[in-house]
């Protein structure tokens, strides 16, 4: 079962900078929600359907635009009736409303629909789907219905929204709330908030937000791990990352394919050929299979570093093991050939690829001019490869006809 966290230091404002003190905009979870009245914005569609009657006689929006019409055309017919009503009106608000007009116009809805859970799910999974941005005032709404009957993990997807957006003290604000309401924090809530912190810049946040889930005194899972690695790797640090995989390795905790590839992306770009070819042994060591992506990073790594023996060779394997060459691995060949000044390598390499049927694309042509134009010999090149393919189909003739002897 996922522990819970409910240490006073998780909560600490020193521990989060970016909840609101004195001078900053407080969050709207700990504010008491002011009294509802009628305002100017609620001018635009049908808030009811004739079936459901009840309450006062619904609003009438009189300007609709025809992006309006289009998306109220596309709300899905087996969506409630009491959900189809708000979602019209919701689609024919404006951002520029005031949060009060917007959650008068909710607040009439409740009181008139008397909605369940079910039907905030639904209304929440649409708005999602259609990337509106009233999703996240309808789920901060929302969380303070009890109709609605939030949980922990509403908390923990508001807190999620706010982490890919980087609005970190909205994040914090959502933890915040979340504890003043009586919810305990587990593991799965505080892995959002090393996602969160991690990917707005804050490593330090993030490593900390890790050893709290640590003093839950429960087996971390894959993510709460793989969200620690992510964060080393955006630190600049992959060696760390490195070493929580080893960590999870020995605990039987397979990482996921994405956390391999981004620690050996982090590698390559840097040159770093020794890390990389680690890390390509243990994802294949944990089951997972290359792909000509994969091998791609291990080719730059090589390219990069100057290495153009062993990017050839992790080539050649490559098209070994049956992964089919892509002109961005040939043009990283290309480039480790270029940096080392080995242009009879290179031309070798163009005929063998020839031979096997394999043509050179947009992106490795585009190394080849590159490095003849520096060399200032694109004609004579062209006539080398000719008489250097010529060659190699006079020997390769002679060794047929000794065979055949």
Known sequence: MMGYYSCNAVLNSSAFPFVASSGRRRSPFLESRPPRFCCKCCTTTVVVDKEEKKGPSPRIFNHITEEQEEAISRIPVKMSKRCQAVMKQI?????KDSSGCFD???GAWVRRMKPIRADWLSLLKELNTLHSPFYIKVAEFALLEDSFEANP???TKIIHY????NQIQDAENTLVAMKNRGFLIDQVTLTAMVQSYSKAGYHRLAED???DIKLLGEPLDYRSYGSMVMAYIRAGTPEKGEALLREMDSLDICA???VYKALLRSYSMSGDSLGSKRVFDALQIAGITPDAKLCGLLINAYSVSGQSQNARLAFENMRKAGIKATDKCVALVLSAYEMEEKLNEALGFLVELEKDSIMVGKEASAVLARWFKKLGVVEEVELLLREFSSNQNEIMQSDVSIYNT
């Open 91 to 95: 689609i024919c608000s404006s951002e």
């Open 104 to 106: 008068d116009m909710l």
């Open 153 to 155: 993990r509403d908390y």
């Open 162 to 165: 706010y982490g890919k957006l």
């Open 209 to 211: 937000t890790f050893n």
């Open 256 to 258: 996921g394919r994405e």
